[in-house]
């Protein structure tokens, strides 16, 4: 089945103890994407990667890192989280960076920070 | 700064019924326009896209149209079902996938 899929589902931590967000895509997909989704705000982009070895920031990247070694693996890295990074994050990812591909969500992380 | 506006205050329609959700944006000339379902818990789900040379776009029960002068979309669903509740957001594409997505329109379909 082709699916995205973020590990974990729901994690609560404390402040400054850096956490990982794992997104892996089994659709062979060259697009990957993580945003952030907050009461009032919809769906904000953090990060980006057009293809292996190339991301880039998104609308909200601060406190936030990201890496795409393997195609099919997008991890999203908070080295030192913070209560304001509270919040539910979605993992995407699409054929290509052509605009007329759907893009793929996972069922997101609910990450609590105290 | 770019704005997407949909009505955030929850849609009531009784089954049957037409629902029609509102997208309207500013500052944005986006070529491409995406609709999504999101149940709660869940990611959201691609429904329809449209391009900007497009009028409207049909798919079973759904419609959406796309006036790039009113700079609005409007996002129907015929005989509408219980099981159609959810929260339906619109994404502009401002090119290469970077979307932005509005703050989505809660639909409640009543038996």
């Known amino acids: 089945e082709a699916q995205v899929t973020q590990n974990p589902r729901y994690l609560i931590t404390v402040t400054g103890k850096k956490l990982t967000v794992t997104c892996s895509q089994n659709m062979n997909h060259e697009y990957m994407s993580w945003y952030r989704q907050d009461p009032g705000l919809g769906l904000r982009q953090i990060y980006y990667s057009m293809n292996v070895e190339v991301t880039d920031k998104g609308d909200v990247p601060e406190g936030y890192k990201v890496s795409r070694k393997e195609k099919r693996n997008f991890p999203l890295i908070l080295e030192s989280p913070s209560p304001n990074q509270t919040s539910l994050y979605f993992c995407?990812?699409?054929?290509?960076?052509?605009?007329?591909?759907?893009?793929?969500f996972g069922d997101g992380t609910r990450l609590s920070i105290l | 700064s770019q704005k997407i506006e949909q009505n955030s205050e929850a849609l009531n329609i009784q089954e049957g019924k037409t629902a029609t959700l509102t997208c309207n944006y500013t500052n944005y000339s986006p070529a491409y326009l995406q609709w999504y379902r999101q149940d709660p818990g869940r990611g959201p789900v691609f429904l329809l896209l449209i391009r900007e040379n497009e009028k409207e776009k049909r798919k079973e029960r759904l419609k959406v149209t796309f006036d790039t002068t009113l700079k609005q979309s409007l996002f129907h669903i015929t005989a509408s079902q219980p099981a159609d509740s959810a929260t339906y957001l619109c994404?502009?594409?401002?090119?290469?996938?970077?979307?932005?997505f509005g703050t989505g329109t809660r639909l409640l379909v009543s038996p």
């Open positions: 995407a990812s699409s054929l290509s960076i052509v605009s007329n591909q759907p893009q793929h």
């Open positions: 994404a502009l594409d401002r090119g290469f996938q970077k979307l932005v």
